[in-house]
């Protein structure tokens, strides 16, 4: 298994075990390899789109259901929900609800 996905895959059972997101000494450690090779598999997978920042996790929030506990709240239809993954910076197949070509952007 290539480093990228081993780092993904131990970041997702980190967050399912422990519910915070990992450092990437964190990861470092749990995997035995450098921060600096981590580090520069966190910033691939950043940019496929596989992993989102703070602020972009933050803003998808905000947007997706700042309204959440209202009346008029509905789930995103998907054209929505296109323009709130791209207006955060979350673009491609894998953020297109509509495609089932996700897995190819991986």
């Known amino acids: 298994m290539d480093l990228d996905t081993f780092v993904k895959l131990k970041i997702y059972k980190m967050v399912a075990r422990t519910t915070r997101l990992p450092a990437s000494v964190d990861i470092a450690l749990l995997i035995g390899s450098s921060i600096a090779e981590v580090e520069q598999a966190f910033q691939r ?3 496929k789109r596989l992993l989102v920042s703070l602020d ?11 309204n959440r506990l209202t009346i008029a709240w509905r789930r995103p239809a998907p ?28």
Request: aromatic share 16%; charged share 20%.
């Open 45 to 47: 997978l950043y940019e």
């Open 56 to 66: 972009q996790l933050w803003q998808l929030a905000v947007n997706w259901s700042g």
């Open 79 to 106: 054209d929505e929900m296109v323009r709130i993954f791209s207006d955060i910076g979350l673009d491609g197949l894998f953020w297109d609800p509509k495609s089932d070509q996700w897995a190819s952007a991986t």
